[in-house]
């Protein structure tokens, strides 16, 4: 799967582009999307205007990790993975007995940004098995992305040449595509628009950047890891009709 999406709607982690950039040679984000789709004939791909455009293939999709696609309300999600507790979070957010991991995925979502009662780091705890996902809200311009506390789905963001946010389940396809300015996405993590890098599974601690070397002693995209040492600003609770649910994830 891929996800590509400009710098005017999304930046990553500063730390995500190698300080190399001068002798890196990475695409363009469009490039980028070019060279994926041209890879294999049945790859769909998901035109979203200005701000990027998002793919995958089903001829490669993993056994253990299926990879599911939907769009609902402007909302499109990419899911790959399996959840156990599928039952429990379709009561949860009143959906039908069809209802798979990505048609969940969504309604959580959609569920923190119209007025959540949750924190969203709950909210991805509350996915239990395992799993990566991209949400892209083209009404918001609103990026929600995660993977799961063990790591179980490969995942790795980057950025083009052109400073787009590139994220995909392929490491190789990325390193052709983002040179050194490519990390695995860190575990029990989510990236959001309004919140940036955090981690679910320690909220209340910010994440650092840890330098990243390849085997040529060349510095990459850095790795992140919670720093125990520094704690998040705790945010003032939202009250009232106005208040916007949406800037807390």
């Not at 389940?169 to 595509?177: A, I, R, S, T, Y």
């Not at 790795?223 to 009250?239: E, G, I, T």
Request: aromatic share 12%; net charge neutral.
């Amino acid at each position: 799967m891929l996800t590509v999406l400009k710098r005017y709607v999304v930046q990553g982690p500063k730390e995500l582009t190698s300080p190399n950039v001068e002798s890196d040679h990475r695409k363009n984000g469009i490039d980028l999307v070019d060279s994926f789709v041209s890879a294999d004939s049945g790859t769909i791909c998901i035109n979203l205007g200005d701000a990027g455009a998002m793919a995958y293939t089903q001829s490669r999709k993993p056994l253990f990790t299926p990879r599911s696609f939907r769009a609902v309300d402007d909302m499109f999600c990419i899911f790959e993975g399996v959840l156990g507790n599928v039952a429990v979070l379709r009561q949860r957010y009143g959906l039908n007995k069809s209802a798979n991991e990505v048609s969940i995925v969504i309604e959580a979502y959609r569920t923190l940004r119209d007025r959540g009662p949750y924190p969203a780091d709950q909210v991805i705890r509350e996915l239990s098995g395992k799993f990566a996902f991209v949400l892209y809200d083209c009404a918001s311009q609103a990026l929600f992305t995660a993977i799961d506390a063990d790591g179980s789905v490969p995942f790795f963001w980057g950025t083009s040449a052109d400073g787009c946010l590139v994220l995909s389940d392929d490491p190789n396809f990325l390193k052709e595509g983002c040179g050194k300015s490519f990390a695995p996405f860190p575990r029990g993590c989510f990236f959001s628009t309004s919140g940036g890098l955090q981690s679910f599974e320690h909220p209340l601690y910010k994440l650092m950047p840890m330098p990243r070397v390849d085997s040529k002693g060349q510095m990459c995209g850095a790795n992140f890891k919670v720093d125990v040492f520094a704690k998040r600003q705790a945010s003032m609770p939202r009250v009232g009709s106005e208040a916007n649910w949406a800037n807390a994830f």
